[in-house]
């Protein structure tokens, strides 16, 4: 039975006050599909009784595994190859060329879900890039929800996990098996250090970072709410950085602190300013 239209008001108010996402009312079916399995976990046999209970909750824990359970999730090693092409190509060359007195390198995944991104990243600059191996490198990985940090910090997938964007190379090399699921090896794990940040809210990353990625999340936020997030991350990212967005995804209107640049396939950003690179680059 579908959630009254009132209560889905109410679950609609709640994700865009904690999390700044817009739900439309062509998505009220992902109320009933979605909030069915947390209702259960907490004893309950509805949706609609795990609601009543949410409004009802004043420790604020019902609501955050609401909205947890209300943002999407989808994920896969190596998600757009093209993306990493571009990395491989010209990107990290670049900054291993611009770094190479401080031996230092930060990245930052943003809205990570279950870690396939930022463990991609790692295993891209263990395997690509060897010199790496004695240089000081920090991948922040970040993600709204504490249950998929959790599940990304502990480096372990599904057969179907990684069958999804892992050659069986990568696989053979980069993962141990263990029972039914694939353990990504510490030299990997080490690299990538997981929290949990609501893009929307406080950044607690204090230092500059080399290359962001904010993929596949601003879609969900508003024109106002995106523009926030991009002109915060500008002011994060170095001066020769560089930021990546999913492949659907622009710059809000307005935004003049990023010009795009051709790399390869691949749009990325990177600071306007006097000593920007030419805006296309690679064949």
Known sequence: MSVTPADYLYVQQVVREQASIILSATQQYLVDQRLLPVARAEGLSSVDEFIRKTKSDSSGRLRKLLVEAL???????FRDQNVYDALKASVIPDLIRARSQSRTLRIWSAACSTGQEPYTLAIMLR?????????DIKIYATDLSGAVVAQARSGRYSANEVRRGLSPDVLASAFTQVGDEYELKKEYRSLVSFSELN???AWPIAEPIDLIMIRNV???????????I????????RADGCLFLGTTETPAAGLEDLMPVWLKDVIAYRHRHPQAQPTRSGP
């Open 71 to 77: 943002c999407t999730n989808e994920t896969s090693f």
């Open 127 to 135: 395997r690509d890039f060897p010199l790496l191996a004695t240089w």
């Open 199 to 201: 893009l929307t809210a």
């Open 218 to 228: 601003l879609i969900y936020f508003s024109a106002e709410v995106k523009r926030d």
């Open 230 to 237: 991009l002109t915060r991350a500008c002011k994060k990212l």
